[in-house]
């Protein structure tokens, strides 16, 4: 990978869904746009913030599709990420400091 590129395998996305009240939202409906989830494979050697293996959330609009061994990956720059996922850790501790 080269600069600041990221190359992610994104999470498989179920067709349909279910809303938090038990409503079943079918593929064909329209709705607001949606981000989605990703595990990075490869990080190019300018990336600061990401590394392999981080789960990440992206907006799967503006991406770049490579099929690699028969595997459907998503090649993005490290600006196009929103967040990345992080364990909790076993004592409830968030890691952050002031």
Do not use: C, N
């Not at 992610?8 to 349909?16: H, L, W, Y």
């Not at 992206?58 to 490579?66: K, L, N």
């Not at 061994?69 to 196009?80: A, K, N, P, Q, Y």
């Amino acid at each position: 990978m080269l600069h600041d590129r990221l190359l992610v395998d994104p999470e498989v996305d179920a067709s349909e869904r279910q809303s938090s009240a038990g409503l079943v939202i079918p593929a064909t409906a329209v709705g607001p746009k949606r981000l989605a989830w990703a595990v990075v494979v490869a990080a190019g050697e300018h990336v600061r913030q990401v590394a392999v293996g981080d789960r990440v959330l992206f907006d799967p609009d503006d991406r770049a599709e490579v099929e690699l061994g028969g595997r459907d990956l998503v090649l993005l720059r490290e600006r196009d990420v929103h967040a990345v996922s992080q364990e909790v850790e076993e004592d409830g501790r968030t890691g952050l400091y002031l």
